[in-house]
């Protein structure tokens, strides 16, 4: 086990608890850590492209995309939304602070050498395609997260 | 502190979570890890008997036992549960992708070893009596929790 | 990497995942562990003190002190809340089965000896203010956070 590996799983599509899970990652490689993140769940909300992609899915998976947020920019608060005031304000607010928007936390983590696993199982049951997430996941399954956690000293469920 | 070693806090009880906990608790034993879940708050009604036991409550305790869903089949998820649809959906998908029910990876966890504890405290609080669980549970508090974390590398809370 | 270390960000301000923080919290401190409490976003409302403080806030962080619950009296369950029903009822439980409250948890874990470290970066977002928390609280950031963890062998995320 190396003190200088973490491991975040990124379950929740929340803007709030995918801000913390960022703002850890990003902190922790800026510190020189292996940081390791693994999305499944919502968290492959987070990576989905802003844009449309064109992949052939059944009804179902079609569904599920439609009613999932399509990308970090698109994300909501996990309480106090209020129907879009809510997460406006906590943006607005972190604007006028000039925090990064999640979408900016994500590129930023990237930038510092953080590695993004997308869950296949998840993206299985969801129906989302490789080529609907952003450029620089890698794929993976459990077996993948294991063999990350067990070299680290920190790791967290989101 | 063995690397063979995972515990994971089970605190929601929704399927979505569960479901993670699960897969992550059963990949790690099928890989030749010690896997303690200790079952809390929510996740208790993971653990809930799906048919009715008869047993002696007071009327609050009666009515939490009432309004809780009753064992891992019952359980929705903590988005797009839609007043049933998005659970049922997720439920039909998962089907057709051959991925097993909540029930049944409870069900694998204990074949592969993975040991489960119920947190007392809570089912003291929410009047949930050792009759009402499945077999195989045992029983402990925080300090069982502890002594467990303590000597394992993984631990979650979810 | 001691033996005798927790870390826990708490980032959740829901009563029943405050509880479990505080009851794990306190717990650890008891059996003799050096433990460190993370406190951000939903969780720094958890610190506020219960009455009002007179501090100068522009009008977007005045809305969040009003929206957001002040103090761990005021909190909610994160499912069967039902309009305050469930969580009088929860309280009421507690209270019968000689449960200490969440603010009662919280003095109780800071008599153990529980560092309580607020988000400096969560405050600045809510427009929280050092005079509006209880007191024995530090501050500090993500920094802070992984000097700490880096030292623990359990570390969560509530």
Redesign the interface.
């Known amino acids: 086990?190396a003190?200088d590996k973490k491991t975040i799983?990124v379950?929740s599509?929340d803007l709030?608890?995918a801000m913390?899970a960022m703002?850890?990652a990003r902190?922790?490689a800026a510190?020189g850590?292996e940081v390791t993140l693994f999305f499944?769940?919502?968290g492959l909300n987070l990576l989905r492209r802003p844009e449309p992609v064109k992949v052939k899915k059944d009804l179902?998976?079609a569904?599920?995309g439609w009613?999932?947020p399509r990308g970090a920019g698109k994300v909501s608060l996990s309480?106090?939304h209020m129907g879009g005031m809510?997460t406006a304000?906590?943006q607005?607010?972190?604007k006028t602070?000039n925090?990064p928007t999640l979408p900016e936390m994500i590129a930023e983590a990237q930038e510092f050498g953080v590695k993004f696993i997308a869950c296949t199982?998840s993206m299985?049951?969801?129906?989302i395609k490789e080529e609907e997430l952003i450029d620089g996941v890698e794929f993976g399954?459990?077996?993948a997260?294991?063999g990350s956690?067990?070299e680290a000293?920190?790791?967290?469920?989101?």
């Open positions: 086990m003190d799983i379950f599509g709030d608890r913390a703002i850890i902190g922790a510190m850590n499944t769940f919502w179902l998976a569904m599920f009613m999932m309480k106090m809510g304000m906590m607005h607010v972190m602070k925090v199982m299985d049951v969801m129906g399954g459990v077996a997260y294991l956690a067990d000293n920190v790791n967290l469920f989101i």
